[in-house]
T-cell receptor
Framework: QKEVEQNSGPLSVPEGAIASLNCTYS??????FFWYRQYSGKSPELIMF????GDKEDGRFTAQLNKASQYVSLLIRDSQPSDSATYLC????????????FGPGTRLSVLP | DVKVTQSSRYLVKRTGEKVFLECVQD?????MFWYRQDPGLGLRLIYF???????EKGDIPEGYSVSREKKERFSLILESASTNQTSMYLC??????????????FGNGTRLTVT
């Protein structure tokens, strides 16, 4: 069973702080990793993806990947109340076409 | 920008009804997916399709069927709706297979309530 795990939260951080969201995955053959943000009652929207070990930055967001540890994280700098949402980690196993496995999501609350 | 359109935002159906959920994408994507999302259970794959008239079962296909008669349209069918099918249904599409870095693009979702 291929699994993606996330701490369900809620994770509460004060406005302006760094929020750190973590994700682990079971399949060593996983190729690419995606972070989606989902507001309550809405569909997931892509924040960023990463496929090479190390860090990838996009504005206030940084994705970090460590394939040896099977670990991917998302850092949100200068957190804003508008960042309050559920963050989904998705892993593309790519063993048969596209095979996305989603984590359960981490609920983030940024307190003003 | 990729657009994935689900025909209904909210639906209320009665137990035993046949329900059709429609999804259309405008980017010539070959691969399309149907997920359902429930609190505490996350996103679960129901069915997916890699081409017209082609379908594959996902993790929870029981009680569902799909139809892909045209490349841009992927329909999810609940043959006889039951209350345990009350959920948020999400359609997604992706660029042709072979591009493992492509993200899934989601529609706005259909919140189905079966009474």
């Amino acid at each position: 069973q291929k699994e993606v795990e996330q701490n369900s939260g809620p994770l509460s951080v004060p406005e302006g702080a760094i929020a750190s969201l973590n994700c682990t995955y079971s399949d060593r053959g996983s190729q690419s990793f995606f972070w989606y943000r989902q507001y309550s009652g809405k569909s997931p929207e892509l924040i960023m993806f990463i496929y090479s070990n190390g860090d990838k930055e996009d504005g206030r967001f940084t994705a970090q990947l460590n394939k040896a540890s099977q670990y991917v994280s998302l850092l949100i700098r200068d957190s804003q109340p508008s960042d309050s949402a559920t963050y989904l980690c998705a892993v593309n196993m790519f063993d048969y076409g596209q095979n996305f496995v989603f984590g359960p999501g981490t609920r983030l609350s940024v307190l003003p | 920008d990729v657009k994935v359109t689900q025909s209904s935002r909210y639906l209320v159906k009665r137990t035993g009804e046949k329900v059709f959920l429609e999804c259309v994408q405008d980017m010539d994507h070959e691969n399309m997916f149907w997920y359902r999302q429930d609190p505490g259970l996350g996103l679960r794959l129901i069915y997916f399709s890699y081409d017209v008239k082609m379908k594959e079962k996902g993790d929870i296909p029981e009680g569902y069927s799909v139809s892909r008669e045209k490349k841009e349209r992927f329909s999810l069918i609940l043959e006889s709706a039951s209350t345990n099918q009350t959920s948020m249904y999400l359609c997604a599409s992706i660029k042709p297979s072979g591009t493992e870095y492509s993200p899934l693009h989601f529609g706005n979702g259909t919140r189905l309530t079966v009474t």
